[in-house]
Nanobody, 116 residues
Framework: QVQLVESGGGLVQPGGSLRLSCAAS????????MKWYRQAPGRERELVAT????????IYVDSLKGRFTFSRDNAKTTVYLRMNNLKPDDTAVYYC?????????WGQGTQVTVSS
């Protein structure tokens, strides 16, 4: 079955960096685009970025452009979200998502907390 497992979150000071990973299994990873979402406390889940099968990526949140980078390693069936110059507003649970067929599959999420 499809599984997505995020890791790499944690507590970081403002200005710090983290790299989130999402390990995928149960489907032909290289054939599918992937997405990162995040959900901050009291807010709706929002789309952060997408990446195509060939590695082209788009960051959708203006405040993240230039700070976040989305990449993938098809050999490792893993996607990565590199987050630099983190700000308190980036505090959220981050989720990866894959749409396989007509079903959206989600990981369990990884908590990112940006605080001094």
């Amino acid at each position: 079955q499809v599984q997505l497992v995020e890791s790499g979150g944690g507590l970081v000071q403002p200005g710090g960096s983290l790299r989130l990973s999402c390990a995928a299994s149960g489907f032909t990873f290289s054939n599918y685009a992937m997405k990162w979402y995040r959900q901050a406390p009291g807010r709706e889940r929002e789309l952060v970025a997408t990446i195509t099968t060939t590695g082209g990526s788009t960051i959708y949140v203006d405040s993240l452009k230039g700070r976040f980078t989305f990449s993938r390693d098809n050999a490792k069936t893993t996607v990565y979200l590199r987050m630099n110059n983190l700000k308190p507003d980036d505090t959220a649970v981050y989720y990866c998502m894959a749409r396989v067929g007509v079903i959206n599959y989600w990981g369990q999420g990884t908590q990112v907390t940006v605080s001094s």
